[in-house]
């Protein structure tokens, strides 16, 4: 979206990020909500330079994370209530209002969610005006993206510190944040998509999934009905559950996927 273009989806957050109003309603446009989140941790990307972008959200995404990315203030402060977000990461230089003023208009919404300056300005006033505005953390450009991961890991960690972040089913137990997963106490060692459909099945047990509805929470992509990407990450997932114990992933026979213990419903070996 280009900044300079005033239209009825970013008129409130343009006003709002300028000072314009008094009271910080969130745009109407952004009020509906998701019927269901995406799994796993999310992290909303600011970053206005493509090349960076995409290497920062690809490289979350291998990693497990569900990952947004907004290219400017205007759309990012749409994202930012839009949903709730476990990290962000934003660039200080922005298109139209830039990032540290958009860092203090959500600070006085919202003062818990975990923000991480990813910027080129690496001067000690810069660092300490970024950090009073209200960042969490603050990485300077170039980064070892290793580094950027543990940081992003550790913000995660103290977001999620007070709540109920480890999902335990049918001898299955992962925890979200550090991405391990085991089963009756022997670990597993799964890739990142793994654990993302993993998590996804300790969410929904005993439920009939759709391989539609599994591959759009997953993957983020719209299923084509044709691709086998599902059948084979869920083959190797239920090779290694089964490891140390029976199947818990069940196929049935048009309609999808269910995960649990030995069920009624008639399946697929």
């Known amino acids: 979206m280009n900044p300079d273009v005033v239209t009825e989806s970013n008129r409130d957050a343009r006003l709002i990020l300028g000072g314009g109003y008094v009271a910080l309603a969130p745009p109407r446009a952004m009020r509906a909500v998701e019927e269901e989140p995406s799994v796993g941790i999310h ?72 923000v991480l300056f990813l910027t080129a300005r690496d001067t000690v006033s810069e660092r300490v005006r970024g950090l009073d505005a209200g960042a969490d953390d603050y990485l300077c450009k170039p980064f070892a993206f290793e580094e950027l991961l543990a940081r992003v890991r550790a913000l995660a960690r103290r977001q999620n510190s007070g709540q109920q972040a480890i999902f335990s089913r049918f001898g299955v137990r992962m925890d979200p944040v550090c991405q391990r997963a085991e089963r009756d106490g022997k670990d597993l060692d799964l890739t990142a998509k793994e654990y993302s ?51 818990l992933i069940h196929t049935l026979r048009g309609r999808g996927y269910l995960f649990g213990e030995a069920s009624s419903v008639r399946v697929e070996r």
């Open 197 to 247: 459909l993993l998590l996804f099945f300790l969410r929904h047990p005993d439920e009939v999934l759709s391989r539609t509805r599994i591959y759009e929470q997953v993957w983020d992509e719209r299923y084509d009905g044709t691709s086998n990407t599902l059948e084979v990450h869920v083959m190797e997932l239920r090779r290694k559950l089964e490891a140390y114990g029976p199947r």
């Open 43 to 114: 992290v909303l990307v600011v970053e206005d330079e493509t090349a960076i972008a995409e290497f920062v959200v690809r490289g979350l995404r291998e990693e497990g994370f569900t990952v947004e990315q907004s290219g400017d203030a205007i759309t990012a402060w749409q994202a930012l209530h839009g949903r709730s977000w476990d990290v962000v990461l934003l660039d200080w230089c922005l298109p139209g209002p830039d990032g540290l003023s958009l860092l203090r208009r959500f600070r006085e919404i919202d003062q818990n969610t975990p």
